[in-house]
């Protein structure tokens, strides 16, 4: 097995075929691969393969996430995406090893998000979880601030003065989701 980044312009068509496929996003599925290279443009992507290349499991870092937090834009990357070909094959806790080993090294700071039910398998891989964090982030929907989907915040490598003020979340504290016009 190998760890592996790749940055969106250098994937293989091969490569974003499978990536798509395990991603199991509907409106993605007849995603070309002009129109991947566009809409993940500000992201690396981190793999655990093979010796044959194959992918093992995969997780996503993307460079263009933006929270707005008591008046302040901070920029964080992104851990999304990740999932492995295979389930209970230790695939995906080696990859946020190497993934996570990689941020502190590089110093990016980097936050992740799940739902409570994912909770157990990070726990399992060490990372820190701030627990119920997620839903105090709003997201602009149709022009409406709506609650995110996920239950927590992943720390993967932030500093302590931005974890301090991801913990202090909360529905009368939120956060808002900055996108690019």
Known sequence: MKYQIKQTKTLAENEIEHILQLWEVPAWKTMTTHDFHYFFKDSEFHFLKDNLENILAIIRLNFDFTLEIMGEKIAFAEAVGLVAAQKKKGYGNKLVGYFTEYV??????????????????????????????????????????????????????????????????????????????
């Open 104 to 181: 502190i090294q590089k110093n990016i700071e980097t936050i992740g998000f799940c739902h409570h039910e994912l909770r157990p398998f990070y726990e399992k891989c060490k990372i820190e979880i701030l627990y119920n964090k997620a839903k105090a982030i709003k997201e602009n929907v149709d022009s409406e601030w709506i609650n995110a989907e996920d239950d927590d915040i992943l720390i993967f490598n932030v500093s302590e003065e931005r974890k301090k003020r991801l913990n202090q979340l909360s529905a009368q504290n939120n956060a808002y989701l900055i996108t690019k016009e």
